[in-house]
């Protein structure tokens, strides 16, 4: 499906990208952009005690919260013109470009992602042609953002409820293109580098593999992805969205495999909402290389959690999971694939 980018400056400066499918789509006429304004800085802080960065950014703190005007809504206020498919523009108010208080990184950059014109329907809501629009432009952003010489690990995500932080009500993600590789991110790689080096194998096609084997934690099978709960689920609803072909970041994805994304990604957001009955609270993240080096290891793949063990309840991380980072699951993973898929309900 060819999806058309238009690319552009706001009249504060940020830049603004849309993603039109429809060729019927309006023409965008972008104003002028005014004088470019300068992003407020964070500052990276070096923890030496867990070895890892932490931003600190206090301007977030007058960001946009719920209100009864929308800023993703056409011509509210973030977003020119009566109606878009896919927009991405510069955050205003990042937590990223970033100075160091210690010898480090420093830059980045954030974006955020409008999935469409529609406050009232979700990502699992929205047309398959629109989903696939959606990942082509994680993919076309994250390859823009990796060229970038002061970003080493393009992480796009969404925050879905006010449960999980989310400010804004409206469907949206956002992207984050850290000068540094995230703590998390980095001990992933070096588990899967270690195995690469050690069997010449990726952790990810052979788990991929064993799930197809024995299906009792599958959620959804697809031409080019599987769905499925973790052996070693963390959380009482987590499934990962894994590619069957070894690739590093959704730039490497191929067309056609852009559009079973798409498919699965839907149903297993529309599985989390039939769980709950309800709009689901969850995380979505992508984990992709970093930008550099290349990794022979590196294969991308989807994690979508949900804090919620039901309806009605929330699971709260204590001390083991907070204090000592290590989690207690009341959830057997294939009960909880099972419950998705809809058995028992």
């Known amino acids: 499906m060819p999806i058309v980018r238009t690319s552009g400056r706001l009249p504060d ?3 603004i990208h849309f993603y039109d499918a429809d060729p019927a789509s309006p023409r965008r006429e972008l104003a002028p952009p005014g004088p470019a304004t300068t992003p407020p800085a964070s500052q990276l802080r070096w923890d030496a005690w867990l070895d890892e960065w932490v931003v600190v950014a206090t301007h977030r703190q007058r960001r946009t919260a719920r209100s009864d005007v929308c800023p993703l809504c056409p ?7 009566a109606s878009y498919e896919v927009v991405v523009f510069d955050n205003r108010y990042p937590a990223l470009p970033a100075v160091t208080g210690d010898p480090g990184p420093a830059g980045g950059h954030c974006e955020v992602v409008s999935y469409t014109d529609d406050h009232e329907v979700a990502l699992s809501g929205l047309p398959l042609s629109r989903v696939e629009t959606v990942v082509t432009a994680w993919a076309d952003r994250t390859a823009a953002l990796n060229e970038r010489p002061d970003v080493a690990q393009v992480f796009c995500f969404e925050n879905r409820g006010a449960v999980v932080g989310a400010t804004l009500a409206h469907p949206h993600g956002q992207i984050y ?3 540094f590789v995230p703590a998390r991110l980095r001990r992933l790689a070096e588990v899967a580098d270690a195995r690469w080096d050690a069997h010449r194998e990726c952790v990810a096609c052979v788990t991929v593999g064993r799930e197809h084997e024995d299906p009792s934690r599958v959620v959804v099978t697809g031409e080019a992805w599987t769905a499925f709960v973790p052996y070693a689920a963390h959380w009482p609803y987590e499934v990962r969205v894994v590619p069957h072909r070894h690739v590093p970041d959704l730039a490497a994805v191929d067309p056609w495999e852009r559009a079973d994304l798409a498919h699965v990604l839907r149903r297993v957001l529309g599985q989390f909402d039939g769980l ?3 709009p689901a609270a969850y995380v979505l993240s992508w984990i992709q290389a970093a930008a ?7 294969h991308v793949y989807a994690e979508i959690v949900s804090p919620m063990r039901s309806p009605a309840d929330r699971k709260h991380p204590a001390a083991g999971e907070l204090g000592a980072g290590m989690y207690v699951n009341e959830m057997s993973p294939e009960r909880a694939a099972a419950a998705l898929r809809g058995e028992g309900r």
Do not use: T
């Open 13 to 15: 400066g940020r830049a």
């Open 75 to 81: 011509s509210l206020g973030e977003i020119p013109g």
């Open 276 to 278: 709950f009955q309800r």
């Open 292 to 298: 550099r080096p290349a990794r022979p290891a590196a």
């Open 177 to 179: 293109a850290y000068p």
